[in-house]
């Protein structure tokens, strides 16, 4: 499994994805035959340090304050994990098909930055992070952009 180390100095700078990519992540409907996973970073805790995400050990993106990850999925078991300068966490749960799931990335305190734990959120809950936020690009949305 690959792992990510998350940079230790300046201020988080997270590449967001098109208007257009949120907009539909915010539909909140996955394709036919798929599910949707979201994993939101609301709060300013730990703010200057930006958080990766990783999906079943693929990267998902980078979370700054006020953004989320939005992945389509196989419905299964996934593994989700959050890393930051001084931790890592990760949640084993399983996505049912045309399902969305929620998460939140909760910063708990760190020796020199904020780690951060995920929880499951309900889906009222987890819709209304995802509104007030703004969608990262994926890894692949990154690359297809500079092609």
Same mark, same amino acid.
């Given at each position: !499994?690959?792992?990510?180390?998350?940079p230790?100095v300046?201020?988080?700078?997270? #590449?967001?994805a098109?208007?257009?990519?949120?907009?539909?992540?915010?539909?909140?409907?996955?394709?036919? =035959?798929? +599910?949707?996973?979201?994993?939101a970073?609301p +709060?300013?805790?730990?703010?200057?340090?930006?958080?990766?995400?990783?999906i079943?050990?693929?990267?998902a993106?980078?979370? +700054?304050v006020?953004?989320?990850?939005?992945?389509?999925?196989?419905p299964? #078991?996934?593994?989700?994990?959050?890393i930051t300068?001084? +931790?890592?966490h990760?949640?084993?749960?399983?996505?049912?098909? =045309?399902?969305s799931?929620?998460?939140?990335?909760?910063?708990? !305190? =760190?020796?020199?930055e904020?780690r951060?734990?995920l929880?499951?959120?309900?889906?009222?809950?987890?819709?209304q992070?995802?509104?007030?936020a703004?969608?990262?690009?994926?890894?692949?949305?990154?690359?297809?952009a500079?092609?």
């Amino acid at each position: !499994m690959a792992v990510l180390i998350a940079p230790t100095v300046g201020c988080a700078s997270t #590449p967001l994805a098109s208007h257009e990519l949120d907009d539909d992540a915010k539909r909140f409907a996955p394709a036919p =035959g798929t +599910s949707q996973i979201y994993i939101a970073r609301p +709060s300013l805790v730990g703010g200057r340090f930006p958080w990766l995400v990783q999906i079943d050990g693929e990267p998902a993106g980078v979370l +700054s304050v006020d953004t989320y990850v939005m992945q389509a999925t196989v419905p299964g #078991p996934h593994h989700i994990t959050i890393i930051t300068g001084e +931790s890592q966490h990760t949640l084993e749960l399983t996505t049912d098909n =045309g399902a969305s799931l929620f998460l939140e990335a909760v910063p708990q !305190m =760190g020796h020199t930055e904020a780690r951060a734990q995920l929880r499951v959120l309900q889906p009222e809950q987890g819709r209304q992070r995802v509104r007030d936020a703004r969608r990262v690009a994926t890894p692949s949305q990154r690359l297809d952009a500079r092609s």
